[in-house]
């Protein structure tokens, strides 16, 4: 099964969605989104996501806007066959108070528990800010 959606609103908001989602023989699920706004705001956001024979998901997602606070988002977490999860963002503001924020988490067979981050101001206060905690096997944290 193939489903697929747009609209396009060419005044007022000038919004723009496009959306689809596949499914073959019901072995998986694909999904597809966007929408944007050329003006206003002028947000664009894009998203994915991919179940594949119900082993394991994948989710991307990406957030933009090109006016006002020239904040760029992006996101992605991926589990597969439920063995792990892993977890990626960053935020990135390209204006204004110019902070880059970066985290990272990721676990595999719930085993151990390693998380990343990262916020770097490079304007005003000049604050960096870096933590990192690990816990494998209960070991260490």
Known sequence: MLKLSAS???QGQGMFKL???HDT???GMLKLSASHD???QGMLKLSASHDTQGQGMFKHSVSHDTQGQG???LSASHDTQGQG???HSVR???QGQGMFKHSVSHDTQGQGMLKLSASH???GQGMFKHSVSRDTQGQEC
């Open 38 to 40: 050329t003006q206003g």
């Open 8 to 10: 396009h609103d060419t």
């Open 85 to 87: 999860m892993f977890k």
């Open 92 to 94: 990135h503001d390209t």
């Open 121 to 123: 101001d490079t304007q």
């Open 25 to 27: 023989h019901g072995q």
């Open 71 to 73: 904040m760029l988002k």
């Open 19 to 21: 959306s689809g989602s």
